[in-house]
């Protein structure tokens, strides 16, 4: 869906950004061994793919501004008969010119002995610094080499200098058909979590339930989900990041389910919570309305100039008022919030940026300051309260209450689009979909 135009205008953008003397190199990821002979399934690492389209390990992307024999290089895997019959087809050089638009293409093995002589006279070198030791190692050793020639009249670098946070700026502001891609993840989402909904019953397992979200995920085309899929009923709803889902479902509990498709490398993050066996219990609905009304407050607020944390207020607001009407907190309001006692309650923030990566990446502050929003950005709003049976001071009614009400927005000129609104979130639409 991301055409190779599309890349290129990206690798043209982050160039202009660093200026003619400087140099970007990126690594991809690497394959990981699960044990003997067996990988896992190979993974791209975002900014990589985000620049290139290119899904192989064991390459190395070169940005060389005004290079006179061209500025996009790849380094990757030469073609091998013998482990192609094996592991699947490879690009080669020849299929990284064709098919990715490289100007050049060489053999993985030559970047070393071909990285001094593309360092050199250049005045900054732009890489991830840090994020992989033995790429650390290998650029040092070019510069050092490059050093060790001075007198033959080469100039090394002066300046290394972190790329990530100008790509993650870019990826920040999402494109017409990152959007769509986006959407597709989500709709596919939004069926998977319908799926689940529909055969969740007493005595069901979790894992039960987590098999529907896969076997929609798969049948429609994404490969992977975008994280462990978090199947919790009961006490199990208020572990945040609970991923075992090995517990029975039981009858008279909620059972949150946090989960999305990755689709073309583009991830949702969706999450619905709804009783085991179908009709919200009294104490139930009413954690589930508060944060129900605290996500739609919080939505409220997503429009071109708002600040970042007005989600985060909005959602503060409602669930301490929320929580004071119950009982459940006491005192004043405005004091409550002042203090963060929803803290205990409600311990995570509004939601994220997302894209290639389900956090995905960017600032959320610009010099010290948080941002505001503009058109295009992606994100969650993901508010939440959570009562474990170890929380002082509440009546054992609440407890292994955990909901969780999570959708994906985009930014748009006038205000934001709900990407994932077809999947419903009234507590009335739940229960029509788990009595059907
Ligand atoms: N699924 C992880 C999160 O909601 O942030
Ligand atoms: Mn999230
Ligand atoms: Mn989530």
Redesign the pocket.
């Known amino acids: 869906m991301i055409n190779r135009a599309e890349y290129a205008k990206r690798r043209k953008k982050l160039m202009q950004q660093i200026g003619p003397t400087g140099i970007v190199i990126l690594p991809s990821a690497s394959e990981t061994i699960r044990s003997g002979d067996t990988v896992y399934s190979f993974r791209q690492q975002s900014d990589f793919y985000y620049l290139t389209g290119f899904d192989e390990p064991e390459a190395v992307m070169v940005l060389a501004p005004k290079r006179k024999a061209g500025e996009y290089i790849l380094f990757n895997r030469l073609r091998d008969r013998d482990r192609e019959i094996w592991d699947g087809s490879r690009a080669g050089q020849a299929g990284a010119c064709k098919d990715f638009l490289a100007d050049q293409a060489f053999p993985i093995q030559q970047l070393q002995s071909m990285l001094p002589e593309l360092l050199t006279d250049r005045q900054s070198v732009h890489y991830p610094i840090g994020m992989q030791k033995s790429f650390d190692d290998i650029l040092l050793q070019a510069i050092n080499k490059i050093r060790s020639m001075i007198r033959s009249g080469m100039q090394s670098p002066i300046a290394c200098m972190d790329v990530s946070p100008s790509i993650h700026e870019m990826r920040l502001f999402k494109s017409t058909a990152e959007i769509a891609a986006l959407q597709r993840a989500v709709d596919i989402t939004v069926q998977a979590h319908m799926r689940a909904m529909k055969a969740c019953k007493p005595g069901v397992m979790e894992y039960q339930l987590e098999a529907e979200l896969l076997y929609e995920f798969y049948r429609q085309g994404s490969r992977y989900p975008a994280y462990s899929s978090i199947v919790g009923g009961g006490k199990n709803s208020c572990i945040l990041h609970y991923i075992r889902n090995d517990q029975k479902l039981k009858n008279g509990e909620v059972v949150l389910i ?1 989960a ?1 498709a990755e689709y073309q490398n583009y991830a949702a ?1 969706i ?1 619905r919570t709804f009783p085991v066996n179908g009709r919200f219990s009294r104490e139930q609905r009413a954690i589930y309305e508060i944060v129900l009304a605290a996500q739609l407050a919080a939505i409220r607020t997503i429009k071109p100039g708002a600040l970042w944390t007005a989600a985060q207020d909005a959602i503060a607001q409602v669930i301490t008022e929320g929580l004071v009407a119950l009982g459940i907190l006491k005192g004043n309001v405005n004091n409550l919030i002042k203090k963060q006692a929803y803290f205990p309650f409600y311990m995570h923030r509004s939601g994220h940026w997302l894209g290639l990566d389900v956090h995905d990446v960017g600032r959320y502050k610009i010099k010290n300051k948080w941002r505001t929003l503009q058109p295009n950005m992606v994100l ?1 709003i ?1 508010p939440g309260i959570y009562i474990s049976a170890d929380m002082q001071g509440v009546h054992r009614r609440w407890h292994h209450i955990g909901v969780r009400i ?1 959708d994906d927005i985009l930014v748009t000129s006038k205000g934001c689009r709900v990407l994932s609104d077809k999947l419903p979130r009234e507590i009335a639409d739940i229960e029509a979909v788990m009595s059907k």
């Open positions: 946090d999305g993050d999450t969650t993901e999570e």
